[in-house]
């Protein structure tokens, strides 16, 4: 079997063009892995990936050839190759989740999700960079370097940061290094960069996918999702990455629909809610005016435009930054060097503890441990970490409140278009607040998706956030396939 | 909150991380500046809010307890630092 496409055109599919031409044999799956080797082979300055697996593609990219020519049964992603976040455990391959303590940690077991994703016959290329622990929104905190976003600025060569923490995943797919890739969101990892390249990620409501065999970060917070070129390509393979997992407790025992059957094109009287806290002091006119555009589109299209209020939003970041440290302080602290990863050796065990921890956990990992500890610690637990639950009541009552009245909730994905390396990156506080827009959602446990929606002056792409009722996803897919016709976004970063 | 040296000292023991001593005053003012920024928390009247420690609102399944997995310590212990007779291993800690 030859390909009648050349290889650009391969790694330019769609998830869905790639199942259509695979179905029709205009190519094969061990064809499809290639042209996506060979463009990983070819960007590999951007730092996307942390480890390929060209043998296990290809050796995937076959069985799913085989399985199509014996006319076995086919999966949802069959032979469609994927790059998986380097936070979800790989049996026998590299997981690091960003981390030197967890360099050379090859796990022993296969992530819920990722077996699911190979279950429906999609194949492995590789693990791509995040910032460590997933603590970050620039890829800038990875112990393997930062990872570059395929977006210049027009007129200027500067390098800028596909944001974080899947910024390896956002990356690789808006440079077609990959059809799609798994990400996870604690609060705004999916959505903020796939705001910063131009690309469609959808956060699921809490419980939708398993977390097991997923490195944890904030248990209560964390889940996974997928990142594509189009919102159909995010209703694929969220199809096949949820579901009930007896391994994790908080996986919800719901069916999963055919999230494709909710993009129908109609959002007739649906109520679409545009919150005023959202609406931030200072906010660039571009995002504000593209907030506007947003709504006129999808009123355009039938919907009900409604000004809602969730008067707790301003106190989510600090929210978030007491409750994400505490839970991750606790998951942390099994990285002592006993196990896996790295050991640095000392004269007592905590000496050794002490030495691995300091040498193993970067910077900003270091400051979240120990944030954590603090608020958790005696005499400070109610004043912090007791005041922030109570506070996260509050934020979730706000959006139980809100959605009595409207079905979906219309914001921007984030406060600014993609930023350079060392802009915004030394305040720690100034980098939190780039989740300002997402972070609310993590809390509240519920579903957000972020479109690209267009570009700015500097022709960087800018993302509109859709926030759902938990595990309504189905309205995300409906009501984001109508901002993504309606803003026909098409656009590319030049060159890839 | 204003944190000194000394309770930063505290928080590293009680994380287990090594912090050198010349580094304390510079962590200190980091973290200082990041509890200030969450004690805008304290406008908010939380009186009688339940807190809330997690979004299911429902009672975790329990299952039966049975041992469902196991039985390869070897492949357990391919990721440790050391290990020896099936073991992992540490430090001396009983004299």
């Known amino acids: 079997m030859s390909s009648a496409l050349p290889p650009s055109e391969l790694t330019g599919l769609t998830i869905a063009g790639a199942l259509d031409g695979l179905a029709k044999r205009e190519f094969s799956a061990v064809e499809l892995a290639q042209a996506h080797l060979k463009a990983m082979e070819k960007h590999r300055d951007l730092n996307a990936y942390v480890v390929e697996t060209p043998d296990k593609a290809l050796a995937m990219a076959k069985a799913s050839d085989e399985r199509r020519a014996k006319g076995e049964a086919l999966g949802a992603l069959e032979g469609v190759p994927l790059a998986i976040k380097d936070l979800f455990c790989t049996d026998g391959v590299q997981t690091t989740a960003g981390s030197h303590i967890l360099e050379g ?104 996918c398993s977390r097991w065999g997923i490195v944890a970060f904030a248990s209560s917070l964390d889940q996974a999702g997928p990142m594509a070129r189009s919102v159909k390509d995010c209703a694929i393979m969220l199809g096949a990455m949820a579901g009930h997992d007896p391994k994790d407790s908080t996986s919800v025992d719901l069916p999963v629909p055919d999230y494709t059957r909710a993009l129908t094109g109609d959002v007739r009287g649906l109520r679409v809610g545009i919150p005023k806290e959202y609406r931030l002091d200072g906010m660039s006119a571009e995002i504000e005016k593209l907030w506007a555009q947003g709504a006129e589109w999808l009123k355009k299209a039938g919907a009900e435009i409604k000004e809602i209020s969730l008067p707790h939003t301003k106190y989510a970041l600090p929210t978030y930054y007491i409750i994400a440290p505490a839970e991750a302080s606790s998951n942390l602290a099994r990285y002592d060097g006993v196990r896996f990863g790295l050991r640095v050796p000392g004269e007592s065990l905590d000496d050794m503890y002490e030495k691995t921890r300091a040498e193993g956990f970067g910077k900003e990992v270091r400051r979240r441990i120990m944030i954590g500890t603090y608020v958790l610690s005696a005499g400070y637990y109610d004043a912090y970490y007791l005041k922030a639950q109570k506070l996260r009541a509050l934020i979730a009552r706000d959006f139980e409140t809100a959605f009595r009245d409207v079905d979906v909730i219309l914001t921007p994905s984030t406060p600014s278009a993609a930023f350079a390396e060392g802009e915004n990156t030394d305040d720690p506080v100034q980098m939190y607040l780039n989740d300002v827009f997402t972070v609310t959602v993590n809390l509240a446990g519920l579903p957000g998706i972020s479109v690209p929606a267009g570009l700015n002056a500097e022709g960087l792409p800018l993302g509109l956030q859709l926030i759902g009722r938990a595990f309504d996803e189905e309205t995300l897919f409906r009501v984001g396939g109508v901002l993504e016709s309606s803003a026909s976004f098409t656009a590319k970063p030049a060159g890839y | 909150m204003s944190l000194d040296s000394k309770t930063v000292a505290h928080i590293a023991m009680l994380a287990r991380i090594k912090v050198p001593e010349a580094e304390l005053p510079a962590l200190a003012k980091e973290l200082s500046g990041i509890m200030t920024w969450i004690e805008q928390l304290n406008e908010v009247d939380t009186t009688g809010v339940e807190p809330m420690a997690g979004v299911l609102h429902r009672n975790l399944p329990q299952r039966e307890d049975k041992v469902t997995d196991g039985g390869y310590a070897d492949r357990i212990l391919l990721n440790a630092p050391d290990a020896a007779h099936g073991f992992f291993t540490v430090p001396k800690v009983v004299e």
């Open chain 1, 105 to 208: 940690f090859k796990p022993p077991y296969e992530s819920t999700v990722t077996a699911n994703l190979w279950q429906a016959g999609a194949v492995m290329l590789g693990k791509v960079n995040m910032d460590e622990f997933a603590m970050g929104s620039s890829n800038l905190t990875s112990h393997f370097g930062g990872v570059t976003n395929p977006w210049r600025r027009k007129g200027d060569n500067k390098r800028l940061v596909p944001g974080g923490s899947s910024g390896g995943s956002a990356s690789a797919v808006a440079a077609r290094m990959a059809l799609a890739a798994t990400g996870t969101d604690t609060g705004g990892s999916i959505r903020q960069p796939a705001a910063f390249t131009g690309i469609v990620g959808i956060k699921p409501t809490y419980g939708r």
